[in-house]
């Protein structure tokens, strides 16, 4: 779509009582929101707004500001402003169907690709998210995760080796699915899981991999997942864009009960991450 500048510019009221800023906000939220600017469409530099509409620098920036913090464009340095692309919306509680099968429910094409697939001995921090003993054999897995064609998440799994014989021949690569493998070739399937959310800084490798500038914002996700006998299967950390991913919470009152916040339980490990 090209912006049509000399609409926007007839429509702005400067005598009544809602602030420019504010009509020029509403005047692109209505458009992101319709769709008419599509997602990763470019929009016009603070300079040339001001130039044509005839208003200050002031009031462009505050517009902006406020739309990037309801997450509707992003400002880039050195490349300009652009429609926000939508998150992937991921569950961070109670999706434990495995990336794969939540990118297909979505409708969405999903591609792996393997960096590292081997069984080596437990270091002491992975030994004690799957209950092993330092040195005990884990298959550990590193792929780069891609959503319709954009990297999306860098990923290291940890499964215990004696768990999964013969694992370790599979390919991983392309739409090939770890859980959907565990399910059908061991029977063995995720139930419970225990996850943690922190906030960091893409280094110079997860940059690279992920196609994102040194310093971008990355979600890390860390988790444990039991199968039944609550007996540790997996335990990952996966690194998200931040541009690309949010997590989702689903919450429930107790049946029949009143409203009350509980404690939330500790990692079954009796660690704290």
Known sequence: MSIRLDDLARVLDRSGPIPLYHQLKQWFSSR????????????????????????????????????????????????????SIPK??????????????????????????VLLLRETPAGETVARKLQLDPGDMVLELERVRSLDGEPHVLVVTYLPALLVPGLVKEDFS??????????????????????????????????RLLEVKRGSPLLVLRSVGYTTGARPLDYFVAYHRGDLTAFEVELNAPVGTASRFERVPAARDGSSW
């Open 174 to 207: 392309g739409t090939t699915s770890l859980y959907r493998a565990l399910r059908e070739n061991y029977g063995l399937s995720i139930v419970s899981g225990v996850r943690r959310v922190e906030v960091a800084a893409a280094g110079a490798r997860q940059a």
């Open 88 to 113: 992937t919306a991921e569950g961070l509680i109670s999706g434990l169907r495995g990336l794969a099968d939540d990118a297909t429910m979505r409708g969405q094409k999903i591609d792996s690709k």
């Open 32 to 83: 992101i929101l319709s769709g008419e600017l599509a997602p990763g469409e470019q929009l016009p530099d603070e300079f040339e707004l001001c130039a044509r509409l005839g208003i200050s620098r002031g009031v462009v920036r505050q517009a902006m500001t406020e739309l990037e913090y309801a997450g509707m464009i992003s400002r880039q340095r050195g490349r300009g402003t652009f429609v």
